[in-house]
């Protein structure tokens, strides 16, 4: 790509609207490709980046001179010889704050991690491999929350790492979440003669520059956060402070059903959350306040008893106890379900909570009665 110039990566060779854009789901996922930025001289720079663009103030077309337009962007690469810096800004509210920048460059750490030889691990003049990681925390084993942005340029075996890891990157999770979130676009442009890019004064003027840019691709769900459990110091008492508050998301997450919360003996500020049973379980009528209701979580409102579902002792199970019930078991009424037509007491199942309702065993819909999640449930 030539001088002053942009380009935005499509699906179909359309551009009659933003729609036509090669969309991709970011978060969690990497991109990756190979440049040359050898022709690219102090005052030019190469982009590759990303923006949250529509057609209206965001759109890919020309703005007027002096305009800038108010996109949440992530600036992938922005080289040239000199250096290299990658920038990303969530522009809350459509206003682009400078004070919400994140930024990096090669040569922050070392003078000599970038640039025109081969005293440099990144030689300029050569073609190298850039990947960016839009690291997500694990929701459940999808991509949760963005919590940094890690650039890798490799060139014959040597590596260079820069890390967008401000505290505001949260604020980017739902512009790389989903597709139709940001477009990709490459780009080469005029910085001037002092640049935050090449780190100095240039000497010319930007002239002819050449953004090569090839193997491009695009990965999903390979930067997702391990929950690694941590190695036990034996010299450190863990308490069992009893059951959790809540037992879903703001407990253990899915798929648990006792969550328990522990702390080291003399920090109990610094509590966690274990999930100590995953079990499927089967879950009847409600406990009362005289039963034992040691495995329900304190602030949640539905503690029946239940038994793992494959136990064929069923409600005779010597694991027969009182638990919360998992949000999953507590779908959309009507929706979710299929109901059977005998109706049951108004205290049955999870209907006691409204007595107004007509309360039928149901179980998840295109499922049957043999479905762990076979429950009474209001229908209306």
């Known amino acids: 790509m030539g ?37 690219i001289d102090c005052a030019c ?47 809350t509210g459509g206003v682009c704050d ?14 000599y991690a970038y640039g025109p030889g081969s005293e440099y691990t990144i030689d300029s003049t050569r073609f190298y491999s850039v990947k960016t990681n839009f690291v997500a925390s694990n929701d459940d084993g999808n991509p949760g929350i963005l919590q940094r942005i890690e650039t890798i340029l490799s060139q014959d075996g040597q590596q260079v790492t820069l890390e967008q890891s401000c505290d505001n990157m ?22 001037g003669l002092e640049n935050d890019i090449s780190r100095g004064t240039c000497d010319s003027y930007c002239s002819n520059p050449t953004n090569v840019i090839k193997n491009v691709v695009w990965n999903e769900d390979d930067n997702i956060e391990t929950h690694d459990e941590p190695t036990p110091d034996p010299n450190v008492t863990i308490i069992n402070g009893g059951p959790s508050w809540w037992l879903d998301e703001e407990g253990c997450g899915s798929n648990c059903s006792e969550c328990r919360w522990f702390y080291e003996e003399g920090n109990i500020s610094g509590w966690w959350n274990e999930c100590v049973d995953d079990r499927v379980m089967r879950y009847t ?45 507590q779908g959309v009424i009507g929706t979710d379900y299929d109901y059977s037509s005998e109706v049951l007491d108004s205290s049955s199942g999870l209907c006691y909570s409204d007595y107004d309702c007509t309360c039928h065993m149901s179980w998840p819909m295109g499922s049957t009665w043999a479905d762990p999640k076979t429950m009474a449930r209001c229908l209306e």
């Open 170 to 191: 949260n604020l980017l999770t739902n512009h790389l979440e989903g597709y139709y979130g940001m477009a990709m676009a490459i780009s080469t442009y005029n910085l």
């Open 285 to 329: 009528d409600t406990c009362s306040s005289s039963d034992d209701i040691n495995r329900c979580s304190e602030w949640e409102d539905h503690c029946f008893w239940s038994y793992p579902a494959d136990d064929p002792d069923a409600a005779s199970s010597s694991d027969y106890a009182c638990r919360t019930v998992p949000d999953s078991y």
């Open 3 to 39: 001088a002053n110039n942009k380009a935005f990566v499509v699906d179909y060779p359309y551009d009659d609207g933003v729609y036509w854009s090669y969309w991709h789901d970011y978060l969690g996922g990497s991109l990756e490709f190979d440049v040359d930025v050898s022709s």
């Open 45 to 91: 720079a190469g982009g590759v980046f990303l923006a949250a663009i529509d057609d209206d103030e965001c759109t890919w077309g020309a703005h007027a001179d002096g305009t800038v337009p108010q996109c949440a962007s992530v600036d992938i690469m922005a080289a040239n010889k000199y250096g290299f810096q990658v920038e990303s800004n969530p522009c």
């Open 98 to 111: 400078a004070s919400e920048v994140c930024k990096a460059h090669a040569k922050d750490g070392d003078e």
